[in-house]
């Protein structure tokens, strides 16, 4: 069997003649026409970049389409930069690729714009509105550069924009700017009398089909709602049936599957008319072609959404009465779509723990709220640096009481964080507010304590009301924040502030991972911690950490007996 060469499969669709920057290094040092200083800041951000890419500058190519994927993934702090360093360094990275007509050359002066769009672009200046210059800028230039009129702009120029950046552009998201040009196009028109009316249109992202109002008939939505109503109602007396009502959040997650498989259907060809009930949804016909439609949007491959929709039918195939030769072929359907139980940790969590192995990026991840709390606010934005501390506060239970996000989003002020008044504060929620029903109750260490009241204290009117009782409020302080827009923000803070990937549920892994470092063979205590039902559960998910500690004390042994003996 002929095995392929990683590096060549990575350099597959290259073009032949495409140079690397070792090339371009060697270029730089044989130019005359710029200033010493210039090419060798200019070589300096080339290597930089390769050393980050963690290869050679002869194995980098000089390729914008090559290199927007893997800079995007690359996280400044992780290679001791703050995010301007790194901006300065691929800045200067395309400013060699564009003195050798690799890129094109940015036009940014007043005098590159056409005397339409000079005269447009003033205006956008004049307004002084944060918004549009970032977003519009790149756009206008092209625009002009391009001999395009304002009245003439339309979505295919738009589009040819985004192809211009997939071109030209090395780090920069030709999607997200392109995306941005567009919204800030159509801000323009809304805000600024001079700018072009016409609004540009966006090609929708979401792989979600959702279907308006009244598209279906009522007769489904009253069966849709009868159903639901049943999931959380229990009859204690009735010989069969559910013995536990599902909580709201699930009950919202079916009503959430089921709509979205009846938009599959519809979508699949099926008139709205056909999908009268609940019952009809739930039909081997209806089933197989939602599915289908939903496998077609997902490469033909199957998903968890996938897989739990379908589980879904089969249950509300049972639950309605449906003829058995009907539900058997649906559970057929299910098992075609079904992913295997995952056993241990996914591989994707495990990469990111082998760089909390590390002592020193222990330390920086237990640290950083610290870090973060100790930062002189002379001169910042207060709203900034709220939300920084708001972040490092999440960051910081999360430490030390490993609980799912979904419970750290929802923290209110009384009801969770209980203090018997000789300065000690515990975090408690009950089995009901918690996903499998285990309550929960762990000891605040007195500086994580002293950390969200000095958040608290500071905070005020520039994140949430004065009177707001979450933790983690929404700006309106209405309800506390979503758990997915706080998961996100921790992620992104983590990856700012250290540039480690450690996203809000990484934090039990790791909880798990330093606990059985020191307490071999304690899964009872992990599973307690963690608030697992079974030990069973805990030691399937995390057996595999103590196969690597083995392994290592293994290798120890082995090395420490191969000293000995020579």
Not at 241 to 246: N, S, V, W
Not at 414 to 424: A, F, H, L, T, V
Not at 550 to 555: I, L, Q
Request: charged share 25%.
């Amino acid at each position: 069997m002929q095995h392929l060469n990683p590096k060549h499969i990575d350099r597959a669709f290259l073009h032949p003649d495409c140079l690397m920057f070792g090339d371009l290094i060697g270029k730089l040092n044989q130019e005359t026409d710029l200033f010493p200083t210039r090419l060798r800041d200019m070589a300096s951000a080339l290597r930089r970049i390769a050393k980050a890419l963690g290869l050679p500058p002869e194995d980098v190519p000089c390729d914008p389409r090559w290199l927007q994927p893997r800079l995007k993934k690359i996280a400044p702090a992780a290679h001791g930069l703050t995010l301007k360093s790194w901006q300065n360094v691929v800045s200067d990275a395309r400013g060699a690729m564009a003195h050798f007509g690799i890129v094109k050359r940015r036009q940014r002066r007043n005098t590159d714009l056409t005397p339409k769009w000079r005269a447009l672009w003033k205006v956008v200046l004049a307004s002084n509105d944060p918004t549009l210059a970032p977003s519009l800028s790149g756009f206008v230039y092209f625009l002009s550069c391009s001999g395009v009129s304002p009245e003439d702009v339309s979505d295919k120029v738009a589009l040819d924009y985004k192809k211009g950046l997939e071109d030209n552009e090395i780090s920069r998201s030709p999607d997200r700017a392109y995306r941005a040009a567009v919204n800030g196009w159509n801000l323009a028109g809304a805000r600024l009398v001079d700018w072009p009316q016409r609004k540009l249109s966006l090609p929708s992202r979401s792989k979600i089909i959702r279907l308006p109002a009244g598209v279906l008939p009522a007769s489904f939505a009253t069966d849709l709602n009868a159903y639901l109503l049943s999931l959380g109602q229990v009859d204690i007396f009735a010989d069969e049936g559910r013995t536990q009502a599902l909580r709201p959040s699930s009950i919202k997650h079916y009503r959430d599957l089921l709509s979205r498989f009846a938009a599959e259907a519809v979508n699949s060809g099926i008139k709205p008319s056909n999908i009268s009930s609940l019952a009809a949804l739930v039909t081997p016909t209806i089933a197989e072609r939602g599915l289908r439609s939903m496998l077609e949007k997902n490469d033909n491959k199957t998903c968890q959404s996938i897989a739990r929709t379908a589980i879904l039918l089969n249950s509300v195939a049972k639950a309605l009465g449906t003829p058995e030769a009907d539900t058997k072929k649906i559970a057929r359907l299910a098992k075609k779509v079904s992913i295997p139980r995952q056993t241990g940790m996914t591989s994707k969590n495990m990469t990111r723990l082998r760089a909390l192995q590390d002592e020193e990026q222990v330390r920086r991840l237990i640290n950083l709220p610290n870090v973060i709390f100790s930062r002189s606010q002379e001169g910042q934005k207060l709203h900034r640096c709220a939300v920084e501390r708001e972040d490092a506060v999440a960051i910081a239970i999360l430490t030390h009481c490993p609980i799912r996000v979904a419970n750290l989003s929802q923290i209110h002020l009384q009801r969770n964080i209980q203090r018997p008044g000789d300065g000690r504060a515990y975090l408690v929620f009950a089995a009901s507010d918690v996903k499998n029903m285990q309550p929960l109750e762990f000891e605040l260490p007195k500086d994580v304590v002293r950390m969200i009241d000095r958040h608290l204290a500071s905070r005020g009117a520039t994140l949430c009301p004065p009177s707001t009782p979450w933790l983690f409020p929404r700006r309106d302080g209405s309800s506390p924040v979503g758990p997915n827009e706080l998961a996100k923000r921790i992620s992104r803070r983590v990856r700012k502030e250290i540039g480690l990937d450690v996203n809000a549920h990484l934090f039990r892994h790791f909880a798990v991972m330093i606990f059985l470092d020191s307490h071999p063979g304690s899964y009872e205590s992990a599973r307690r911690l963690l608030g697992h039902t079974a030990t069973s559960h805990t030691i399937s998910v995390y057996s595999g950490m103590e196969t690597r500690a083995a392994a290592k004390a293994f290798s120890d042994l082995v090395t420490s007996k191969k000293k000995r003996m020579s």
